[in-house]
């Protein structure tokens, strides 16, 4: 799949329709970056339609704190309901001590959702030695998300935590805009990582690549899964929120000097406000998932197969992308690389320091 902006904008002027607001009683729900925009929007659905927990997975303390007010304002729930917990992408340490306490509280988890991003704030290094943007952006809630399987894969015998587990990773159709070029190399996030750029051209490319990586390792953990299950079935999506205008680009690294920018007269289309971009993540997160994964599955991404008179990636059955709240119909093109996408899933891991002891073996094959 190549970008189409006339495309990409008659789907981001059509205006969306509502969400059928299905019932996630009993269901505990993790968002990153929750306390603000689009995570926010995921959070207080998630408390009003009946999730028993919602965890609010941010490294701003007192801004959780104001979103978990600021909801329960809106929403009657009960304490410890809607909680904010302590979490910083731009260290493993941190997302490695958020995981331990999640296995440590005893909390069964249904839903994960990997919201938090960055962009914008130039090149810059991070403690564990990564580049900034591709740490928080793409390895962090790679680690997170492997660290907390074995919580989304524990069986239950409570009817709420019987079905399907949710892994949700927010992207961006812009995936398909990068030229990755380090795309050819064995370690192509490695070398990713030491990419300088200057310019700000330059950071929107390596941002929409980080969710070019996203992709590929949604598709490869997916893969893994179908093909070795745990315990308890494990699905995983990712969703487009659309041109949003939230905070997102707008901040320095410690989330100060909120700079407004024109999108409109940048992207030359009108953004989504915060509770609409939501819709399209909240699909996959709450709808029933015969109506996420509902298609048939026969070959993996990058073979095509002839459904419903459409010519679709059938890949969607297993890893489904949606934009304006509709499965899309193929992955970008880079992204339908079989072959680069075991190296972005095995670079990916490397770079997260992640040992057969931390996470199972099926997944870290390298």
Sequence with gaps: MSFDWDKSRRRQEAPLPSLDLPDLAGKVVVVTGGNTGIGYEIAKYAAANGAAKVIIACRNAPKGKAAIASIMH????????V????????????????????KDSGIPLDVLVNNAAMHSVGKQTSEDGLD???????????????????????????????????????TSEGAALPPFPEASLP???????????????????MYFTAKLL???????????????????????????????????GKKDIEGENFKPVDLKGRYGMKPRTPADGAKSILVPIAYPSHKVWGRTRTRWSGEKAREEGEVVDVGMAVMPVFESMEVMQEYPTKAQDGELRKRVWADS???????YIEVDKRLVRL
Aim: with cysteine; charged share 20%; hydrophobic share 45%.
């Design 74 to 81: 809106e929403i009657s729930r009960g304490p410890n309901e």
């Design 83 to 102: 909680e904010s917990w302590p979490l910083d992408l731009a260290s493993f340490a941190s997302v490695r001590a958020f995981a331990q306490r999640y």
């Design 132 to 170: 900034l943007l591709i740490q928080v952006d793409h390895i962090s809630p790679l680690l997170l998300t492997l660290l907390l399987l074995p919580v989304l894969e524990r069986p239950s015998s409570d009817a709420a935590h019987t079905g399907p587990a949710r892994i949700v990773w927010v």
């Design 187 to 205: 370690q192509p996030v490695t070398a990713l990582c030491a990419r300088n750029f200057l310019t700000r051209e330059a950071e929107h490319e």
């Design 214 to 248: 996203n992709i590929a390792c949604c598709i490869e953990l997916a893969r893994l899964l179908s093909e070795t299950p745990g315990q308890r079935e494990v699905k995983v999506a990712a969703a487009h929120p659309g041109l949003v205008a939230s905070e997102l």
């Design 349 to 355: 891991v490397q770079l997260a320091s992640l040992e």
